[in-house]
């Protein structure tokens, strides 16, 4: 298994990912101007991107999931609720749903919260084991930090979402995946996050503060401690839903 992680634009952390063995890539949270990026390291690691995949419609930055998706004639993935939403094709994402990448597994696990579309990825290395190996949390969940929820206008509503997706969904994971997020320090989609890049959940478990309240003080914490909207947010918006 090959696995790389892009620091970009507005502290955003895309990802590529693959069985050379098989010949089979997944692109995630592509910005836009990077496309060439992943054509160049899919010929570097002699492999077809097979998946292009938004862990959610982009609030913060422009996409260019669609754009690579045509340049390497993949399918491009967003959620199943996106539709009627967005104004373009997609293959849809449903949970549970497990993507076939050669001897890489990529379970897709809906965490609504930060927006109603939300999903990580949890990837297993079936030549590693069959016990899961990391997961990409989008902006569900970073390091040191969870994701905003008043993108949707209903703050309180989608605080108590992220509630249960951390809770039921991600914490029931085994304690040693490592954590992936879909942001570094700098970036607006919630507050404190931190600059490391990775962490594990044992390790947020331990001393991401939001992890250790009840419900209720959670979505007191996360509401009082919302970032500003960036200035560019309606058209980004605008634009990854293809309007």
């Not at 390291?41 to 077809?48: G, S, Y």
């Not at 969904?169 to 607006?188: F, K």
């Not at 991401?208 to 909207?229: G, Q, Y």
Request: net charge negative; charged share 20%; aromatic share 10%.
């Amino acid at each position: 298994m090959f696995f790389r992680q892009l620091a970009t634009k507005e502290a955003t952390l895309s990802y590529f990912f693959g069985c050379g063995g098989k010949g089979k890539s997944v692109a995630v949270d592509v910005v836009e101007g990077d496309e060439e990026w992943f054509i160049e390291e899919a010929k570097k690691a002699n492999v077809t991107i097979n998946y292009v995949v938004d862990t959610h419609v982009h609030a913060d930055h422009y996409s260019g999931g669609r754009k690579l998706a045509q340049m390497a004639g993949a399918p491009y993935y967003l959620h199943e609720s996106n539709a009627g939403r967005v104004k373009f094709e997609f293959t849809p994402l449903t949970d549970g749903q497990l993507l076939d990448v050669g001897n890489v597994e990529v379970g897709v696990l809906h965490t609504p919260g930060h927006t109603p579309d939300s999903v990580c990825l949890v990837v297993t290395d079936k030549r590693r084991g069959d016990a899961p190996w990391f997961v990409l949390t989008g902006d569900t969940m970073f390091v040191g930090a969870i994701g905003r929820p008043d993108l949707a206008g209903k703050e309180r509503e989608m605080a108590n979402q992220l509630y249960d997706s951390l809770h039921q969904r991600i914490l029931t994971l085994p304690r040693e995946v490592e954590l992936y997020p879909g942001h570094t320090s700098g970036s607006v989609c919630g507050a404190g996050i931190s600059g490391k890049p990775a962490s594990t959940l044992a390790f947020e478990q331990r001393w991401n503060p939001m992890l250790n309240m009840d419900r209720e003080a959670f979505v007191d914490a996360l509401t009082r401690e919302i970032p500003p909207c960036p200035v560019q947010m309606d058209s980004w918006v605008a634009a990854n839903l293809g309007l």
